[in-house]
């Protein structure tokens, strides 16, 4: 991540939606726990706004579908069986009980 929140801050709403989606995934926490400097100048109501634009997208982002895992599909090997993650072998494919006899 190139910036802080505070600069994000500075912003418009158009810079924040252009923001990568990775770039704010890393910036979760900040986003998250952000909480304005107590003896600092106090936000503007401009900041607000881009701060709670940032927890938007942070919040769309998160709840996005994960990819499922795809479950592996046994596949045939030339070594007559069925196997999730065949090797090969010089004279084919081999489940992993039959690696050593395929690879020689
Ligand atoms: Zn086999």
Redesign the pocket.
């Known amino acids: 991540m190139t910036w802080t929140i505070m600069e994000a801050l500075q912003w418009s709403d158009d810079q924040i939606k252009n923001i990568p989606d990775e770039e704010i995934k890393d910036a979760t926490y900040g986003i998250k726990y952000f909480e304005p400097d107590p003896w600092g100048p106090k936000l503007t109501t401009r900041e607000w706004a881009a701060m709670h634009q940032l927890e938007q997208r942070l919040k769309t982002i998160e709840a996005e579908p994960k990819p499922k895992r795809q479950r592996p599909e046994p596949i045939l ?1 030339s ?3 069925y196997d999730n993650h065949p090797m090969s072998t010089s004279t084919g494919t ?2 992993a ?2 690696y050593d006899d395929m690879s020689w």
């Open positions: 090997c070594c007559g069986h081999s489940c009980n039959c």
